[in-house]
Each structure stands twice: as C-alpha cells, then as structure tokens.
C-alpha cells in the first residue's frame, strides 16, 4: 500500500536552512547537509528545498549544493525557488533533483507547467500554491511570498488555480495555507479538503503543523498524500520516528525505517 | 566495476550516478554504441516520456546497441519500460526485449496518479537481484504508467492495479521504482546487480 509521506521542508537562504514566523523574520536553521541526512535519518520519506530569496531576487537557483544532497542522500528531493525556464528546470534536475516545484513563475506565466510537463514528464513538476482566504471567504492565491515587501495578492482562485494546473501538466500540488503557517495551530483541513476534492494527482499539506496529532488529522481528514512541515521538525518538538508511530497506532500507513 | 549509464537525455540521470558512487563505483555516462556494448555492467535510466526515451536511443543509433547487449542490463523507471514491447504512452514501439505493453495505471478514487511515493513491494520469486531485500520492502516510486505482471516478475506493487515492480529475463533486469532514491533497499538492489555474474 501506497504510504503517507512525510516531508520536512529546509527553506534556504544563501546557502543556509532557515526559518521564520508567517515567512517573515528568518532565523538560522542550520547547514543545508547536515540536516538534510538528519532527516533522512530519522526516517523522513522525502526533502523539500526552497530557495526563498530566489523568486524575488529574479534570480535562479543555485546549484551547487543541489549536486551535493544529490551526492549524499538516497531519498528523493524536490528544489524550488526561482525556476523560471526549461533550461532552469533541466539545470537543477542535472544537479540531481528529483521534481523541481514552481510557484510564481507559474503564476507569472501558466504555460510554463505545460512546458516543463512535455520536457520531463509531470511527475517531475510540482506546483506549489500559497494561499490565504480573503475577508470576502474566498482563498485566493499570493505570489513573491518569500518577500513581504513584494508579496501580491491575485485575483485568482486557489481552487480553481489547482484544476488548471493540473490540467497543464502538475505531477503534484504543494498547498501552503498561509493562514496557518508558522502558528502550530494545525493544518488547514478546510482548506486541504477543499483542495483534495478538485485535484486528482498528488496534494501535500503544508502550513500549520504544531504537533503529531495535526499530521493525524490532516492524513485523516484531509485525505492528502504528504504532510510538509519546517519549523516543528527543525526545533524537534515533533521527532519523525515517534510521529510515524502515531500515524501507525491510527492506522495510517507510513514507511518503516 | 565498468558501469555505464547510457545517456539518452533523461533529466535527472545524476542521482543514478551518485547512487553507485555511494557504492564506490564511479559509473560513467555514455552514448557511444561501442564504448557501451564493451561495459561490464549497463544501466539505461530515464525519466520522461516513453516516446521521447525511444526517439532519443534511435537518434543516437543506440536501439539495437542496447538490443544486443548480453552483459546484465538494468533498467530504471522509464528505462525498464522501455525493455518492453511497446508503450501506451505515445503508442511506441520499444525495445522488445521483455514481452508485454506498458499501460497506463488506471487510478480512481484515494488513487493518484502519478504513483507516487513509498510503496510495498511483493515476492515473486527469489532472485540473486533481491538477495538481503524483505519480502515486503517499501521503494520509491514515480510514475503514471506500468508494465503487466508476467513470468519476469520478481517483486509487484499495488496501486489499485497490481504491476511489475522489478523484472529480470536472464541479463536483462529492471526496477520501476528509484533505487537511487529507496535508501537501503534500493542500495542493496544495485549492489546485487553489480555483483551479478556477468
């Protein structure tokens, strides 16, 4: 049976894994290495890089620590942060990635997941979407959130945005709830039900998670195939090994290490 | 070990690369005809479309190259679809080395696809590639289209359907998940294969 992934999530910021409160006020996490083996150590199913100063800075990715996690880790890894092009994607895939995410860019320009679909099969292309209801109850989509100074609001639909795509070619859709990220309050499973109900490939939950019964909930509930969480596995008030046992004592199927 | 990866413009081939350089092996790219017919040992990865894997082995001369290989030949993900007789995806003829159509998987309802992710593979049969593997050893594995169970089959997996997981006909093997990405069991896979007799 196909297990529930669990996906720590290593923002990176000139080469350094950080992390900050509702994307604002990074602090120093730690080397990008070293925490990517700690978790493939303790049992994490798969890593998620974002570069958060790449989109906003309008520049892409740097690769070389890409090529060494690629060396060095024998789970998969996904990449995001400023992949603009084909030529940006096949870079950081060459480097060793195993799915490169876009999030603004796609916004930007949707014909890019169509581009990227047709050069390297969709279940390379992850589309990654954060998203915030707005005071009319709508969820609507941000973009530049990696930037608070340039963060914009869209007039497009969170749900809608997810079943186009989709239809372009996403392999996998990362849903980050910004109204829940950073605050531990659990993941947004309105939200996430809502998404799970129009998307037909991969959902990973993201924003929110406080503690193991959130991932419970969200796998639960929620019905989504992955659950990504930065801060509660770096400060290690959620470790993965006693996470996944919990997941197992309520019957979720996760992998044994 | 002579390993050679043969180049046939998958995107992250790499990540295969580094998996035999975590063995010790440093497996080397090619598209040469004759510098892969005289390897010890050959890897044909791939991730992408089967039409693209094909077009490209034929605009680099390479089909019947890999055709007539007779040292152990292991492909991975796409590379091991494209052993078969041909492919849904795109309605391509493939190598033809393995009987059998590659299908895509059907989904439904709680069943995504792409398969992806961490999934139980299932014995077959007891095979020198699965030596130290268990039984019920999970993998990783990316893709929305499957070969059929058949007498190749060493191990399936279940997404819904039931497909080969890892297939072997004499030399010629192949592992539809990531054994680059599956930590411990996907190591011992390609150190098996790398211990094959050739």
Same mark, same amino acid.
């Given at each position: 049976m196909l297990s529930r992934?669990?996906?720590?999530?290593?923002d990176v910021r000139d080469g350094r894994v950080v992390k900050g409160v509702r994307f604002r006020d990074h602090v120093d996490m730690g080397d990008i290495v070293e925490l990517a083996l700690r978790y493939r150590d303790e049992g994490a199913d798969e890593l998620v890089f974002y570069d958060i100063t790449a989109s906003p800075e309008s520049r892409s990715v740097d690769r070389a620590w890409v090529e060494r996690v690629a060396r060095l880790i024998d789970i998969p890894f996904c990449v995001a942060g400023g992949i603009r092009s084909v030529d940006d994607a096949r870079a950081v895939l060459h480097a060793g990635a195993d799915k490169i995410s876009i999030n603004t860019p796609a916004l930007d320009r949707p014909a890019l997941i169509d581009e990227l679909a047709a050069a390297f099969g969709v279940q390379c292309v992850?589309?990654?979407?954060?998203?915030?209801? %707005?005071?009319?109850?709508?969820?609507?989509?941000? $973009?530049?959130?990696?930037?608070?100074?340039?963060?914009?609001?869209?007039?497009?639909?969170t749900l809608e945005w997810i079943a186009e795509a989709q239809a372009r070619g996403a392999g996998e859709i990362v849903l980050n709830c910004m109204g829940s990220d950073g605050v531990r309050t659990g993941f947004d499973i309105e939200q996430l039900s809502a998404a799970r109900a129009v998307c037909g490939v991969p959902l990973v939950a993201s924003g929110g998670a406080g503690e193991a019964a959130h991932f419970v909930d969200v796998f639960a509930k929620a019905d989504v195939d992955g659950a990504l969480a930065a801060s509660v596995f770096?400060?290690? %008030?959620?470790?993965?090994?006693?996470?996944?046992? $919990?997941?197992?004592?309520a019957n979720i199927e996760v992998r044994h290490v | 070990m002579d390993v050679v990866l043969i180049d046939a413009g998958g995107a992250n081939i790499g990540s295969v690369r580094y998996a035999f350089e975590r063995l010790g092996v440093a497996a080397r790219f090619s598209a040469d005809a004759e510098e892969i017919a005289s390897a010890g040992r050959v890897v044909l990865?791939?991730?992408?479309?089967?039409?693209?894997?094909?077009?490209?082995?034929r605009e680099l001369g390479l089909v019947e190259c890999v055709r007539d290989l007779k040292q152990p030949l292991l492909g991975v993900c796409l590379g091991m679809q494209l052993l078969y007789e041909g492919s849904e995806e795109g309605d391509v003829e493939c190598l033809g080395l393995l009987q059998g159509r590659v299908r895509r998987l059907q989904g439904g309802p709680a069943l995504r696809v792409p398969h992806m992710g961490w999934n139980t593979l299932q014995a077959v049969r007891p095979d020198a590639l699965l030596e130290g593997v268990r039984a019920d050893a999970q993998a990783y594995f990316v893709h929305s289209y499957a070969a059929p169970v058949t007498d190749d089959a060493l191990a399936t997996c279940t997404h819904g359907e039931t497909f080969a997981a890892v297939v072997r006909r004499g030399n010629?093997?192949?592992?539809?998940?990531?054994?680059?990405?599956?930590?411990?069991?996907?190591?011992r896979l390609l150190e098996n294969f790398l211990d094959m007799p050739a």
């Open positions: 992934r669990i996906i720590p999530c290593l992850v589309v990654g979407i954060d998203s915030l209801r %707005d005071a009319d109850g709508e969820w609507r989509v941000r $973009q530049y959130t990696g930037d608070p100074t340039r963060m914009r609001a869209l007039a497009r639909g770096h400060s290690g %008030d959620v470790r993965i090994p006693s996470l996944k046992k $919990q997941l197992r004592q | 990865p791939g991730v992408g479309a089967a039409a693209n894997g094909m077009s490209r082995l010629r093997m192949g592992a539809q998940f990531h054994p680059e990405r599956s930590a411990a069991v996907g190591a």
